[in-house]
């Protein structure tokens, strides 16, 4: 996986590979899928959720540029993996997952990899207010807009990662916060997500 999906798409900070090459994604993959854990795509894991393809998930937390000991908050914990990933990287990790039975499963599998992380079952698309700001925020689901209070739960110098368009199609925007209503919004490509479901999102 790592040397032939991503390394050649352009992958290059070594801690995150470093990441990918320790954190068993077999783990957070339904029984009956695990022989195509490390395949270059998303799969299913229930309720019409998806772990993401592996190269998707690298691209995101290289895009974070995460140092050690930042806060991130995550917007969809599915299965537990870029959580993990995350906690390999040395970050304190907050997670929304809408779904509880989900929350409860990856909660379980990060504890048996001796991950802390704190997660909660909720709107993702109101962030989490008690814990912010936070130093990073990386969303797993595909949004119409930018919700509005991850935008104010994102200190000043901080950097968030989402999908945004249709639920058809949406574009990979790397947000960074300059000031109190000062961001810097960049394109890092095209992406198809499943939708991020909320006040701020899709309907249920």
Same mark, same amino acid.
């Given at each position: 996986? /790592? ?5 050649? =798409?352009?992958?290059? $900070? ?19 899928? =695990? ?17 993401? !393809?592996?190269?998707? *998930? ?9 140092? +050690? ?23 304190? &990790?907050?997670?929304?997952? +809408? ?23 909720? $709107? ?28 104010? !739960?994102? =200190? ?7 999908? *945004?368009?249709?639920?058809?199609? !949406?574009?990979?925007? *790397? &947000?960074?916060? =300059? %000031? ?13 997500? /499943?939708?991020? *479901? %909320?006040?701020?999102?899709?309907? $249920?």
């Amino acid at each position: 996986m /790592v040397e032939e999906q991503l390394i050649p =798409r352009g992958i290059k $900070d070594k801690s995150v590979l470093k990441a990918f090459l320790n954190i068993p994604r077999e783990f957070f993959v339904p029984l009956g899928l =695990r022989k195509f854990a490390y395949a270059d795509r998303p799969l299913l894991i229930g309720y019409k959720q998806t772990i993401s !393809q592996p190269f998707m *998930v690298a691209l995101m937390v290289q895009l974070l540029q995460l140092k +050690r000991g930042d806060k991130v908050l995550e917007i969809g914990t599915g299965s537990g993996y870029q959580a993990a990933i995350l906690c390999y990287l040395g970050c304190e &990790v907050f997670t929304i997952e +809408r779904i509880k039975e989900l929350a409860d499963t990856a909660e379980e599998k990060l504890e048996k990899l001796q991950f802390k992380v704190k997660i909660k079952v909720g $709107d993702g698309t109101l962030g989490w207010e008690e814990f912010s700001p936070f130093d990073k925020i990386i969303v797993a689901a595909g949004a119409k807009i930018i919700p509005p209070p991850l935008l104010s !739960q994102l =200190r000043e110098g901080g950097r968030l990662v989402i999908p *945004v368009g249709n639920l058809y199609h !949406q574009e990979l925007i *790397v &947000v960074d916060k =300059r %000031g109190e209503n000062e961001y810097i919004k960049n394109n890092a490509g095209g992406c198809i997500f /499943v939708p991020l *479901v %909320g006040k701020y999102g899709y309907e $249920d």
